[in-house]
């Protein structure tokens, strides 16, 4: 590759010639102006540059975010700049001082025009950060773009300086296109929430219902060919948008955008996806041809398309539609609402919903994964120690993976579970409940509409009791007690109930037949098993094992992880076992006498004969006829 590495360096010293940013185009006065170039792709530094003008008073201040958007977790997006400095229009420094972690103080000295410019350090394809090197570059917003400080409704516009040797790259963004790579967005917040590619990506695009939808792939593993997955993110799509079409769509289209774009990356050791207001970034660590079985019904190709479905339904869920306390952002701190089950969790029960109405899961597999995610449920010790709702509030503490502290310095793993599965599961009950109380006249569908309708975007977004209203206004039934049980509650979800509208049978296979000990286990750096965790009350925790123990051998054989699961076959509740292990270098034995498995295997399945209401909730809920009806 090309590269001239002394213009690379030199870039950030010269000045910016913002002259040139919008070729000729003049936005409104008062925009701030950006531009970002490149150093040496194996320093892995962007250069970015910030001019704002029409500033008054003594200082001006620049800040980065904490976090993103959508990811909920205290990034410290500040760790990465380097090289800070400040200038005014005719080039004489600035004096500046950090105000906090994040922030830049600059003094004016009478001047009304500052020039920050800064690297970040971007290597990194974790969701939510930035990465460059000689493949590619990828902006994710909040990690790179510092904003003024009180001027985030300013408009903004960006010009991007391809690396050098590197004219071959393309940019692929939701960010509106003015100029020669030149972008312009409404504000900071629409700037932050484009992310950016740039690279030699392969691109594929559709149009439905007057949008224009871009597949952007990068894939530095296999180049697989993606036209199945291509084909059946359309149909995704189509099946999606019509939901919220008669709320959200205009005159001209279905969706509230004229164009989407899905930034796909197949890149090693990277996964997940963040949502956007006209895009996703989705990275897949496998390539298209992966199907390796995940969970019943669903292998791992299968998974790309539910986390493809889960990111486009949040156009509407959580990037229009959205607790109150989710916009306008704050950057510097938690935003806390009870309400992510919404926001994501009942994205997941659209987002899997959707690949059955599209004709993508077959039923039988969505009952089967459902069957799983009861059972995996039912399992979590946090469901005593936290509501649903209490879930999304306390979702910015994480249990973390690195180092001894994260690992084991906490005790989320048996306090709190996920809201994304709490609020898929209560996904079903809601919308059963609904269909079930106007004879099928209503559905969770009309709920959403009604919510976006009152309170999506532009509007300042929903309080908690707003859902709570609107649930009762859809469904002419007080819906404040399934509320108040089994949202901001902890009592037992009555799956048989509500699955039985839809004409399901819940099925619990119990399990205490069998022997159980309350370890669970993981591979630790040197390959052999290390507990992960003891479920309270457990048999292992009674007779003293802990988070951290090397386990050694059971009843004096060795133990892997290969034969761990099978270690306690042929034994029986009641029967003693001895566990060996490794404890801060000293080897230990415990005793523990095993219990029978308190947990049940759930299953749900079709009823034999089901009544015609049930039939009609079903059909309309799967968008699929009721097998064998002709």
């Given at each position: 590759?090309?590269?001239?590495?002394?213009?690379?360096?030199?870039?950030?010293?010269?000045?910016?010639?913002?002259?040139?940013?919008?070729?000729?185009?003049v936005?409104?006065?008062?925009?701030?102006?950006?531009?970002?170039?490149?150093g040496?792709?194996?320093?892995?530094?962007?250069?970015?540059?910030?001019?704002?003008?029409?500033?008054?008073?003594?200082?001006?201040?620049?800040?980065?975010?904490?976090?993103?958007p959508?990811?909920?977790?205290?990034?410290?997006?500040?760790?990465?700049?380097?090289?800070?400095?400040a200038h005014?229009?005719?080039?004489?420094?600035?004096?500046?001082?950090?105000?906090?972690?994040?922030?830049?103080?600059?003094?004016?000295?009478?001047?009304?025009?500052v020039?920050?410019?800064?690297?970040?350090?971007?290597?990194?394809?974790?969701?939510?950060?930035?990465q460059?090197?000689?493949r590619?570059?990828?902006?994710?917003?909040?990690?790179?773009?510092?904003?003024?400080?009180?001027?985030?409704?300013?408009?903004?516009?960006?010009?991007?300086?391809?690396p050098?040797?590197?004219?071959?790259?393309?940019?692929?963004?939701?960010?509106?296109?003015?100029?020669?790579n030149?972008?312009?967005?409404?504000?900071?917040?629409?700037?932050?929430?484009?992310?950016i590619?740039?690279?030699?990506?392969?691109?594929?695009?559709?149009?439905?219902?007057?949008?224009?939808?871009?597949?952007?792939?990068?894939?530095?593993?296999?180049?697989?060919?993606?036209?199945?997955?291509?084909?059946?993110?359309?149909?995704?799509?189509?099946?999606?948008?019509?939901?919220?079409?008669?709320?959200?769509?205009?005159?001209?289209?279905?969706?509230?955008?004229?164009?989407?774009?899905?930034?796909?990356?197949?890149?090693?050791?990277?996964?997940?996806?963040?949502?956007?207001?006209?895009?996703?970034?989705?990275?897949?660590?496998?390539?298209?041809?992966?199907?390796?079985?995940?969970?019943?019904?669903?292998?791992?190709y299968?998974?790309?398309?539910?986390?493809?479905?889960?990111?486009?339904?949040?156009?509407?869920?959580v990037?229009?539609?959205?607790?109150?306390?989710?916009?306008?952002?704050?950057?510097?701190?938690?935003?806390?609402t009870?309400?992510?089950?919404?926001?994501?969790?009942?994205?997941?029960?659209y987002?899997?919903?959707?690949?059955?109405?599209?004709?993508i899961?077959?039923?039988?597999?969505?009952?089967?994964?459902?069957?799983?995610?009861?059972?995996?449920?039912?399992?979590?010790?946090?469901?005593?120690?936290?509501?649903i709702?209490?879930?999304?509030?306390?979702?910015?503490?994480?249990?973390?993976?690195?180092?001894?502290?994260?690992?084991?310095?906490?005790?989320?793993?048996?306090?709190?579970?996920?809201?994304?599965?709490?609020?898929?599961?209560?996904?079903h009950?809601?919308?059963?409940?609904?269909?079930?109380?106007?004879?099928?006249?209503?559905?969770?569908?009309?709920?959403?509409?009604?919510?976006?309708?009152?309170?999506?975007?532009?509007?300042?977004?929903?309080?908690?009791?707003?859902?709570?209203?609107?649930?009762t206004?859809?469904?002419?039934?007080?819906?404040?007690?399934?509320?108040?049980?089994?949202?901001?509650?902890?009592?037992?979800?009555?799956?048989?109930?509500?699955?039985?509208?839809?004409?399901?049978?819940?099925?619990?296979?119990?399990?205490?037949?069998?022997?159980?000990?309350?370890?669970e286990?993981?591979?630790?750096?040197?390959?052999?098993?290390?507990?992960?965790?003891?479920?309270?009350?457990?048999?292992?925790?009674?007779?003293?094992?802990?988070?951290?123990?090397?386990?050694?051998?059971?009843?004096?054989?060795?133990?892997?992880?290969?034969?761990?699961?099978?270690?306690?076959?042929?034994?029986?509740?009641?029967?003693?076992?001895?566990?060996?292990?490794?404890?801060?270098?000293?080897?230990?034995?415990?005793?523990?006498?095993?219990?029978?498995?308190?947990?049940?295997?759930?299953?749900?399945?079709?009823?034999?004969?089901?009544?015609?209401?049930?039939?009609?909730?079903?059909?309309?809920?799967?968008?699929?006829?009721?097998?064998?009806?002709?």
């Open positions: 590759m090309r590269f001239k590495l002394l213009a690379a360096i030199c870039l950030l010293a010269a000045p910016f010639d913002f002259a040139q940013i919008g070729s000729g185009t936005l409104a006065a008062g925009s701030v102006d950006y531009g970002l170039g490149f040496a792709p194996n320093t892995h530094l962007l250069d970015v540059t910030i001019r704002a003008d029409e500033l008054s008073g003594p200082a001006a201040e620049f800040a980065i975010p904490d976090w993103a959508g990811a909920y977790l205290i990034n410290d997006y500040a760790r990465n700049v380097q090289n800070f400095e005014a229009a005719d080039g004489h420094a600035l004096a500046w001082r950090k105000a906090d972690k994040q922030t830049w103080r600059i003094e004016l000295e009478g001047s009304t025009t020039i920050i410019r800064y690297r970040i350090y971007a290597n990194t394809m974790a969701n939510n950060w930035a460059y090197n000689d590619h570059a990828f902006i994710g917003g909040p990690s790179v773009w510092m904003y003024l400080v009180g001027g985030k409704e300013r408009p903004v516009r960006v010009k991007i300086n391809l050098q040797g590197e004219e071959t790259w393309r940019v692929a963004t939701g960010l509106d296109h003015i100029g020669d030149t972008y312009s967005a409404a504000n900071y917040d629409w700037l932050a929430d484009c992310p590619e740039l690279s030699r990506w392969t691109e594929r695009t559709f149009d439905y219902a007057g949008t224009k939808y871009h597949f952007v792939v990068h894939d530095v593993m296999g180049q697989k060919d993606f036209s199945q997955a291509f084909n059946d993110t359309e149909r995704i799509v189509r099946s999606l948008v019509p939901i919220l079409a008669p709320v959200a769509g205009t005159g001209e289209q279905a969706a509230p955008f004229r164009e989407y774009w899905f930034l796909m990356h197949v890149w090693p050791e990277a996964g997940g996806g963040l949502e956007h207001l006209d895009s996703t970034q989705i990275n897949f660590s496998a390539d298209w041809d992966d199907h390796a079985a995940r969970v019943p019904g669903e292998d791992a299968m998974r790309k398309l539910f986390v493809i479905s889960h990111e486009f339904f949040h156009v509407w869920n990037k229009r539609l959205r607790p109150r306390p989710l916009g306008p952002f704050d950057y510097t701190r938690e935003d806390l009870p309400s992510l089950w919404i926001s994501e969790g009942l994205t997941s029960y987002g899997e919903l959707a690949l059955v109405r599209a004709g899961l077959t039923p039988d597999n969505y009952l089967l994964a459902m069957g799983d995610l009861l059972t995996k449920f039912e399992r979590e010790p946090g469901r005593a120690e936290r509501s709702e209490d879930t999304s509030w306390d979702t910015w503490f994480r249990q973390g993976n690195g180092g001894r502290m994260q690992r084991y310095g906490f005790n989320l793993t048996n306090t709190t579970y996920s809201y994304y599965d709490g609020g898929q599961v209560a996904g009950l809601l919308d059963f409940a609904i269909r079930q109380a106007t004879g099928n006249g209503k559905s969770l569908d009309d709920w959403m509409r009604l919510l976006y309708s009152r309170y999506a975007l532009p509007k300042p977004g929903f309080e908690p009791g707003d859902p709570i209203r609107a649930a206004e859809i469904s002419g039934q007080d819906m404040s007690d399934f509320f108040h049980r089994y949202i901001s509650g902890k009592d037992a979800l009555p799956y048989e109930q509500y699955f039985a509208y839809a004409g399901l049978r819940v099925v619990r296979e119990p399990q205490a037949s069998k022997p159980w000990a309350g370890i286990a993981a591979k630790g750096d040197d390959g052999r098993p290390v507990v992960s965790n003891i479920i309270p009350g457990s048999p292992a925790e009674q007779a003293g094992l802990d988070r951290g123990d090397v386990l050694v051998a059971w009843n004096g054989k060795e133990v892997t992880m290969e034969n761990m699961a099978g270690a306690i076959e042929g034994l029986h509740p009641g029967d003693t076992f001895r566990v060996t292990v490794l404890r801060e270098k000293e080897l230990r034995e415990f005793s523990m006498s095993l219990a029978p498995n308190p947990y049940s295997v759930i299953r749900i399945e079709r009823v034999e004969k089901p009544t015609e209401i049930q039939k009609k909730i079903y059909e309309s809920w799967m968008g699929q006829p009721w097998p064998g009806k002709k």
